[in-house]
């Protein structure tokens, strides 16, 4: 009787359980928690002179895998519903910011409401709650000026956002948007035109390069630091010890690695102190030289087995709402990815973009955490439905 008595217990403990994380889409809580365990290892080597940023980040996991579990678990009609508010809410605080923020290293960015905020962090969720919530109410009647009305609801908190100023976030956020729009039916041929204009400038800005980034040359609607940044992404050499320090250090760091990396905890490059920010935004340059070419290749495969499972979830969602959310939010894994990898790579300017479930740090993480969360949560529904 006590056996059968043990069995039945642990049959019940077992039911409770599966209850309990039915939210959670398996494939996709298995490649984030195999991105998390390969970020804390590379972070272990990239901090050994830090003492203390391991368990922070451990810290910062479950906080995060409880936000995801939470908004897992949350209807997307309960998100729908808070999406106006929340949007409004850091438009306002956006604005707080731009009028009496705290500045540190020269950006205004930060604001004090009894603990210190960085509100911009808040638009990568509310900007794609709030445009998807836009969408879906004009879902049987999209006209072309609804996407004249979504550019201006994103190009708001994308000024102020820039404005601080905080380029990567504004990118970040941008995206997200565009991300969502796209998805609601804007025509890729109004799009060509824009991509084409953008290559031009590339091309020009190359072109013409050893000219325009002299320093009585000034670019219109950019800081001085931004116009170096994009010329030393060109010519890394001409400010070596300054701007250009990152960019060549990193890509020697991931030359360096090989096929096969140097051997986990033994990069040159990273435990010398010759890869700055290396467990934050350029934790990607000490996991190339430690894991080589074959460790990067793994990688990459996280993030587009990421990327394709989300993309699945947002397919199969059961409202236009749930699909555009989950779309943009998994489009903006891929942009984290794509902007990191760039800047570490040399490919594209150095901006504060982490590299997703890699790079040390709460917030990020933490933000990272609720947009996954949230594509849960479209997963279950359409569970739900079927059931």
Request: hydrophobic share 55%.
């Amino acid at each position: 009787m006590q056996l059968m008595h043990m069995q039945f217990d642990k049959r019940e403990w077992l039911a409770r359980a599966k209850r309990m994380f039915a939210g959670f889409d398996k494939p996709l809580a298995l490649i984030v928690f195999l991105l998390l365990c390969v970020g804390i290892v590379t972070l272990y080597s990239a901090s050994l002179d830090l003492p203390g940023r391991v368990e922070d980040q451990l810290r910062n996991i479950m906080l995060t895998f409880g936000l995801m579990w939470v908004l897992a678990n949350i209807p997307p009609q309960m998100l729908m519903r808070i999406a106006v508010p929340l949007y409004t809410v850091g438009v306002a605080l956006l604005i707080a910011v731009a009028a009496f923020g705290l500045t540190r290293k020269g950006a205004k960015r930060w604001l004090n409401v009894g603990v210190v905020i960085q509100p911009s962090e808040i638009m990568k969720i509310a900007m794609p709650l709030m445009l998807a919530w836009y969408y879906q109410k004009r879902e049987s009647n999209i006209r072309w000026w609804d996407y004249i009305v979504g550019f201006v609801i994103l190009m708001l908190p994308v000024g102020l956002i820039a404005k601080q100023p905080d380029l990567g976030t504004a990118v970040l956020v941008f995206a997200a948007g565009v991300f969502v729009i796209y998805l609601a039916g804007l025509s890729f041929k109004l799009i060509v035109p824009v991509l084409a204009s953008a290559v031009i400038v590339v091309v020009c800005v190359a072109v013409f390069q050893t000219r325009i980034c002299q320093p009585e040359v000034n670019w219109p609607l950019m800081h001085d630091y931004q116009k170096h940044r994009i010329c030393t992404l060109l010519d890394p050499t001409s400010d070596p010890l300054g701007k250009g320090f990152h960019t060549i250090q990193a890509v020697i760091a991931i030359g360096s690695g090989g096929t096969f990396g140097k051997g986990w905890l033994q990069g040159t490059q990273a435990h010398l102190e010759f890869i700055p920010e290396k467990h934050t935004d350029f934790i990607f340059a000490v996991f190339s030289e430690e894991f080589g070419l074959a460790g990067g290749l793994v990688l990459l495969f996280l993030y587009m087995a990421l990327i394709a499972r989300g993309l699945f979830i947002a397919a199969n969602g059961a409202t236009f709402f749930g699909r555009l959310l989950a779309g943009s939010l998994t489009l903006a894994f891929f942009t984290y990815a794509f902007v990191n990898i760039g800047m570490v790579s040399g490919i594209l300017p150095v901006v504060g973009v982490p590299l997703p479930f890699m790079s040390y740090g709460g917030t990020a993480l933490t933000t990272l955490g609720v947009a996954v969360g949230l594509i849960m949560s479209v997963a279950r529904q359409k569970r739900l439905m079927q059931s």
